[in-house]
């Protein structure tokens, strides 16, 4: 029905327009600036019958009809037989009407119209207008300028000659540019009825970000069975949004979400909660049936990043959830599910005066298989800071830092009860003198001395005898750790290279350079070394020590003339090769640069490390890594990654292998890895359709980690989004099932869109 009417409207529009009618001019028809009717027949006063082609006009309002009872007093409009209404933003026609021509409210019957959204709508000649929603029903009420109250109609927001979707409800409330409300709601799709909802608020705006319902998704999990997912959008003004979120699983229980958006001038944040209501699972493992208890579980994610005035800003994160095997059982992103850390945070900084203040909080969870949990942290750590500042007219400068940190260190068992606590409280301070020398082009040279002194609240507990610490045992005294520091650090001489290439169909001229560097590090004698706990990595530090880092830098430029006149040469391959030599292997152990740091080290070379960098065209880069262990003359591991960004294509692909040696002492027993990652994103014709898939491959096992296929397709006013994924749960968590199928659905009309639900499910595709 409703993919007809706006034809009709145009043609009896066109027939009670046309030149040829012989309607007759009437005057001083009170409320009106002219009508047009072939029978005019006044009654008294106040009582006039207009018949036959009968055009009613007040300002920018036409009204059309057959017979038109017109009451002066009240102004009222009884009309029958083709009635219509015109005004600039709207249209109706009805089978008749009682209408106030002053207020320009009524009831219409049998009724059909079309609106267009927002108030910049301008009609065409005989007053046709590109309409944003069309709606019917058997009582059409106008209450208000923009509000209408339909009774058993419909409406949709798909302005097609056929619209592929309407909305049929037995009592519609609609305000155009707003929102429509329905009750006992049902969707149809192409005449087909495909969905009913008891209540439904459906967005109705120009502005993509409108309040109101998501469409919901459908699927189905091995684990959790099938599910149903809701939303609802909450524009709370231009800089800021919520949305939440309902889950509903047919074999597990229940979830519920919220999450909260803003940008503004001075930072950005969001936050976002679940909370699961998971009821206990009956499943079948090795011929027994077990049970899962039932849980329930919090989570909370987010970041934020604000401007406090001044110099000051403000940083927060979370990552946290209650349960991680919640989040390995659930999410499909691979990453969050394959994680087991949870951690939390915030830090404030800003300058006053010339000094940098820095206070930061943050705590750390890691997951062992066994139940077991570690937790590192900062409760506080405050940085107080003097930044370069020059010594008189001397080219040497000196600064200071001092810090103070509540440092959190403690193990804890599957009870959730503290077995090992580690915390104390320390306190750096650290004046250093600089002196740079850049005197020359090609050669860069910098020299600092350090003088640290560290305080800690508590030390080890050292044997008399030989003065080797007491493993895990604490002293309860205090200990004081002074010592020197001298680095100088050579970078150069570099080298050089420029040549032009006119025949070359890449780039017209080319650089080369190769800058060689080195680092030389030296530590007083530090006697009390045994004594101070080791928490972090500065505090192995060792006494009377030297290091050596040295290695080479090599960078390719290419000036292309495709890029400009004025282009920029872009770094097309870089790569960096560097190791480090000890005095005393233990000083490996205070080196943050290197990845792989044993307990107990072995050797005083560090592996050699490799990093080639390249991005030969704008849109494609790569990046490989690779470090050599001379101890077992081979490669220990291995990891290379491209990507290639274009409009159209979204391509990012990695691979990585790593090999593991044992140490003397028998510890890092081989365990030897190889995985393959990709994942890539399609999107065509101005992102009307698009294909999604991701893949995690063990190559070692040859096994299946994770496998996501997902695609979408978005016509003028509806479409919809499809996602299926396959992930082996037995590599990440205990489960009722080994491994969980998962296939969601939904759909989006025109100006409602779909939303991922609480777990990520169609993350890929989603809108609002």
């Not at 029903?137 to 923009?146: A, I, P, Q, R, Y």
């Not at 040279?445 to 493993?471: H, I, K, Q, Y």
Request: charged share 20%.
């Amino acid at each position: 029905m409703i993919k007809v009417f706006r034809g009709s409207l145009v043609a009896i529009a066109l027939l009670l327009a046309a030149p040829g009618s012989a309607a007759a001019q009437l005057t001083d028809i009170p409320g009106f600036d002219s009508v047009l009717a072939q029978v005019q027949e006044r009654l008294g006063d106040n009582r006039i019958i207009f018949q036959e082609a009968v055009e009613l006009t007040q300002g920018d309002m036409k009204f059309y009809a057959d017979h038109v009872e017109y009451y002066v007093e009240t102004n009222r409009l009884v009309a029958t037989g083709n009635v219509l209404l015109i005004e600039p933003d709207h249209q109706i026609a009805a089978d008749r009407a009682d209408f106030n021509a002053k207020t320009r409210l009524g009831t219409f019957y049998n009724a059909q119209g079309f609106a267009s959204l927002g108030k910049t709508a301008e009609m065409a000649e005989l007053g046709t207008l590109d309409p944003d929603v069309q709606f019917y029903g058997e009582t059409l009420e106008k209450v208000s300028e923009d509000t209408y109250v339909i009774s058993k109609g419909g409406f949709t927001s798909c302005v097609q000659a056929n619209p592929r979707w309407e909305m049929t409800s037995g009592s519609l409330r609609l305000r155009v540019d707003h929102y429509a409300l329905l009750s006992n709601m049902m969707l149809k799709v192409k005449g087909v009825p495909a969905l009913y909802l008891p209540y439904m608020y459906y967005p109705l705006s120009k502005d993509n970000r409108s309040t109101g319902f998501l469409m919901p998704s459908y699927g189905s999990s091995t684990y959790k069975g099938h599910t149903i997912s809701n939303a609802f959008f909450w524009a709370i003004n231009r800089s800021q949004d919520a949305t939440f979120l309902h889950d509903w699983y047919s074999k597990t229980g229940q979830s519920v979400a919220g999450e909260y958006r803003y940008v503004s001038l001075g930072g950005a944040g969001n936050l976002r909660t679940n909370f699961l209501n998971e009821r206990p699972i009956r499943y079948v493992l090795d011929g027994e049936e077990l049970e899962q208890a039932g849980r329930r579980t919090f989570g909370a994610y987010g970041n934020l990043s604000q401007a406090l005035g001044g110099s000051w800003y403000a940083q927060g994160r979370a990552d946290y959830s209650s349960d991680l095997t919640v989040d390995q059982l659930y999410s499909t992103d691979i990453a969050r599910a394959s994680r087991r850390t949870r951690s939390y945070g915030g830090s404030v900084s800003g300058t006053t005066k010339g000094i940098r203040l820095t206070g930061v909080f943050d705590r750390n969870e890691y997951f062992a298989e066994n139940g077991t949990s570690s937790v590192r942290g900062n409760s506080p750590r405050i940085n107080v800071a003097r930044p370069d500042r020059l010594i008189g007219r001397l080219p040497i400068y000196a600064s200071v830092t001092s810090e103070y940190v509540r440092i959190d260190s403690k193990v804890i068992d599957k009870a959730r009860t503290d077995t090992v606590n580690e915390g104390l409280h320390r306190f750096d301070i650290v004046p250093a003198i600089r002196f740079p020398f850049n005197k020359l082009a090609f050669l860069a040279v910098n020299t600092t001395a350090r003088f640290p002194t560290t305080f800690w609240s508590d030390s080890m507990l050292v044997e008399l005898v030989n003065g080797n610490p007491v493993a895990t045992s604490r002293a309860g005294s205090p200990v004081t750790r002074r010592f020197v520091e001298l680095n100088a650090s050579v970078n150069g001489p570099t080298l050089v290279k420029i040549w032009d290439a006119p025949k070359s169909s890449y780039a017209q001229r080319f650089r080369h350079s190769i800058e060689p560097f080195l680092s030389v590090t030296y530590r007083s004698a530090i006697d009390n070394f045994n004594a101070i706990p080791k928490v972090e990595s500065s505090d192995n530090i060792v006494g009377n020590a030297t290091s050596y880092s040295y290695g080479m830098n090599t960078r390719f430029y290419a000036k292309r003339t495709v890029d400009g006149p004025r282009a920029i040469p872009r770094e097309v391959v870089t790569a960096t090769i560097q190791q480090t030599y000890y005095s005393d292997a233990r000083s490996v152990l205070s080196d943050t640069n290197d990845r792989s740091r044993n307990l107990e080290p072995v050797s005083r070379f560090s592996p050699v490390s490799v990093l080639v960098r390249t991005s030969p065209f704008g849109g494609v880069d790569g990046t490989f890594r690779t470090d050599y262990d001379g101890r077992y003359s081979r490669f220990r591991s291995f990891s290379a990654s491209a990507g290639w960004e274009e409009p159209q294509v979204s391509l990012l692909a990695g691979w990585s292998a790593a090999r593991f040696r044992p140490d003397r002492q028998g510890r890092n027993i081989i365990r030897a890895s190889q995985y393959f990652n990709s994942d890539l994103n399609l999107r065509f014709q101005q992102n009307r359709y698009g294909f999604i898939h991701q893949l995690n491959w063990d190559v070692k096992t040859q096994s299946l980690l994770q496998h996501r296929i997902a695609g979408y397709y978005n016509a003028q006013c509806c479409g919809f989004s499809a996602e299926y994924q396959f992930i082996d749960l037995t590599r990440i968590a205990t489960s009722a099932v080994p491994q969980d199928s998962r296939f969601h659905f939904s759909v989006t009309l025109g100006g409602i869109g779909n939303v991922s639900n609480i777990f990520g499910a169609l993350g890929g595709t989603d809108s609002r």
